[in-house]
Nanobody
Framework: QVQLAESGGGSVQDGGSLTLTCVAS????????MVWFRQTPGKEREGVAAVDRDGNISYSESVKGRFTVSGNDADINQKTRTLTLQMDSLRPEDTAMYYC??????????????????????WGQGTQVAVSS
C-alpha cells in the first residue's frame, strides 16, 4: 500500500513561484510512476507533470517551460519517494487544488501527464495553490 502526502501550496502573486512536494511512503521502488494533477471547481482533474516508471518526464502544454518536476528521490531505508514540482511564472489560471497520484501499471504510467486521472490507484489529499493578479 502506498500513501501520498502533498505539501507546499499557498498564495502568491501573478509571476511568483511555489514548490510543491509529494512524499510517497510504503515504497521506494521505481516501479511506480508519479504524477501531479490539478483541479478547479466544476472541472475534471488535468495532468500537469509526470515521471513514468522509466524516469521519463512529461508536462501538459499549459505549464511547459514554467513548471519543473524533479527529485523522485528514493530513500530505501525509509521506503519513501519524493517528487518535487517547482512552479515558476505562476498565473491566475494556475489556481487549483494540486494532487499527487501514483500507480505501477504500465498502461497507466505510459500516458504520462496526458493520462486519465481515473486510472490512477493512489492519491494524496491535495494542496491548494492560489495565484492572484
Amino acid at each position: 500500500q502506498v500513501q501520498l502526502a502533498e505539501s507546499g501550496g499557498g498564495s502568491v502573486q501573478d509571476g511568483g513561484s511555489l514548490t510543491l512536494t509529494c512524499v510517497a511512503s510504503g515504497t521506494a521502488h521505481s516501479t511506480y510512476c508519479m504524477v501531479w494533477f490539478r483541479q478547479t471547481p466544476g472541472k475534471e482533474r488535468e495532468g500537469v507533470a509526470a515521471v513514468d516508471r522509466d524516469g521519463n518526464i512529461s508536462y501538459s502544454e499549459s505549464v511547459k517551460g514554467r513548471f519543473t518536476v524533479s527529485g523522485n528521490d528514493a530513500d530505501i531505508n525509509q521506503k519513501t519517494r519524493t517528487l518535487t514540482l517547482q512552479m515558476d511564472s505562476l498565473r491566475p489560471e494556475d489556481t487549483a487544488m494540486y494532487y499527487c497520484a501514483a500507480d505501477r501499471r504500465r498502461f497507466v504510467c505510459d500516458s504520462g501527464a496526458q493520462g486519465s486521472p481515473y486510472n490512477y490507484g493512489y492519491w494524496g489529499q491535495g494542496t491548494q495553490v492560489a495565484v492572484s493578479s
